[in-house]
């Protein structure tokens, strides 16, 4: 990527661009930007985009409770994939959590969706579990991958 990129919060406000972002990412199981703006009034909500030159290219919507954190989704715009913006923005969230006093992060990812759960080990992610035909894409069910890392300070 040319310019660098800029990680910040993402709120309410934002949610038609993330509704974007999100349809280019799932064109299956998009988001709208009323179901994105409910997200961000849910108690513990943290938003973070990350913004270059031609705009927002992704973003990560986590909700914590506690001690305990879960990615509820990540998405990077199609045609800024496999730049890094997902890695990025994974270590701002974990970083922001962990300052918060977050120890522990779930997630859970399409079984095939092998580019993530690439990030998610590479993250350090552990498997904790597989849900059964959790997705459906296509007529199709597919397993969620249930995952978890400890945020250590």
Do not use: C
């Amino acid at each position: 990527m040319s310019a660098p990129l800029v990680i910040a919060p993402a709120t309410a406000g934002d949610a038609r661009a993330l509704a974007r972002i999100h349809a280019s990412a799932f064109p299956q199981a998009a988001w709208t930007k009323s179901a994105l703006e409910e997200l961000f009034q849910m108690p513990g909500a943290l938003g973070l985009m990350a913004t270059g030159p031609e705009g927002p290219r992704g973003f990560v919507l986590t909700r914590s409770a506690a001690d305990e954190a879960e990615i509820i989704t990540l998405a990077v715009h199609l045609k800024t994939r496999r730049k890094g913006i997902a890695a990025l923005l994974m270590q701002n969230a974990m970083q922001r959590l962990r300052e918060s006093g977050v120890t522990q992060l779930f997630l859970e990812v399409a079984a095939d969706n092998d580019a993530a759960l690439q990030l998610y080990n590479a993250l350090k992610f552990a498997r904790a579990g597989v849900r059964k035909d959790y997705y459906e894409r296509q007529g199709e069910r597919i397993d969620a991958v249930l995952m978890s890392r400890a945020l250590s300070s």
